[in-house]
């Protein structure tokens, strides 16, 4: 799991592009922008979640980087 400090999320798609969504602290809440399509939501838990379900849903990028 990320940590509470993660402040991006980023996955590739089958193509090898990667996409790219920041989690930026709004208050109680996370706000988020994704760079590939300029999708925003505020979220209150679980932002890096919702940023997954972003990622693999509209752009089809569930390879995460960091996971060898
Ligand atoms: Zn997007």
Redesign the pocket.
């Known amino acids: 799991m990320p940590s509470m400090t993660t402040s991006k999320v980023s996955r590739w798609d089958q193509h090898g592009r990667e996409?790219v969504?920041h989690v930026r602290k709004a208050g109680v809440q996370r706000q988020l922008r994704?760079?590939?399509?300029?999708?925003g939501k505020r979220v209150q838990f679980l932002p890096w979640l919702k940023a997954e379900e972003?990622?693999a849903g509209?752009?089809q990028a569930t390879v995460d980087p960091s996971v060898p």
């Open positions: 996409h969504v994704c760079d590939t399509c300029g999708w972003h990622l509209e752009h």
